[in-house]
């Protein structure tokens, strides 16, 4: 063990350079480990960017402007996205979204948006507020026409 401890000047020298040098060392690996926190939380910003450009943006066509509240319930659709989803029984690629209105003069009502998948993407057919938009008659009356979906939707 004695060659552990230097038996010169220079040696004692050279031995605190040795491990002057080693502390530097775990010093400035300490140092990037912030670094490498950076650069974690900047990928998962530019994760969370890219599900946010992925978002489904459901649109309106014409036969929707006919129903006065069908822009209330694609507006709740682009801000929360679907809460209940069905899926039709007579049509493999009709998809039938529901939606509770939080603004205006539906809020607290349940809507209801029917898109056929065209493509991978959502083509409007209608939206419109069953009865009186109770959570209750609008899931009864979509299992008239379809089955609960708990699947991701084919645009998604």
């Given at each position: 063990?004695?060659?552990?401890?230097?038996?010169?000047?220079?040696?004692?020298?050279?031995y605190l350079f040795l491990f002057?040098?080693?502390?530097?060392?775990?010093?400035?690996?300490?140092?990037?480990?912030?670094?490498?926190?950076?650069m974690r939380a900047e990928y998962a910003a530019s994760q969370a960017m890219d599900l946010i450009?992925?978002?489904?943006?459901?649109?309106?066509?014409?036969h929707m402007l006919a129903h006065a509240e069908s822009a209330s319930i694609i507006s709740c659709l682009n801000?929360?996205?679907p809460a209940i989803k069905f899926k039709s029984s007579t049509e493999k690629n009709k998809?039938?979204?529901?939606?509770?209105?939080?603004?205006?003069?539906w809020?607290?009502?349940?809507?209801?948006?029917?898109?056929?998948?065209?493509?991978?993407k959502p083509?409007?057919?209608?939206?419109f507020i069953r009865e009186d938009g109770s959570i209750t008659k609008t899931f009864n009356y979509l299992m008239k026409w379809g089955t609960k979906f708990t699947k991701a939707l084919p645009w998604e």
């Open positions: 063990m004695s060659w552990l401890w230097p038996q010169s000047k220079i040696g004692w020298v050279l002057g040098g080693l502390f530097l060392w775990l010093v400035c690996l300490a140092g990037q480990t912030g670094i490498l926190d950076d450009a992925q978002q489904t943006i459901y649109k309106t066509n014409e801000k929360k996205g998809f039938y979204l529901m939606c509770q209105i939080d603004e205006g003069q809020a607290g009502k349940w809507g209801i948006a029917e898109f056929i998948e065209n493509m991978r083509d409007p057919v209608t939206a």
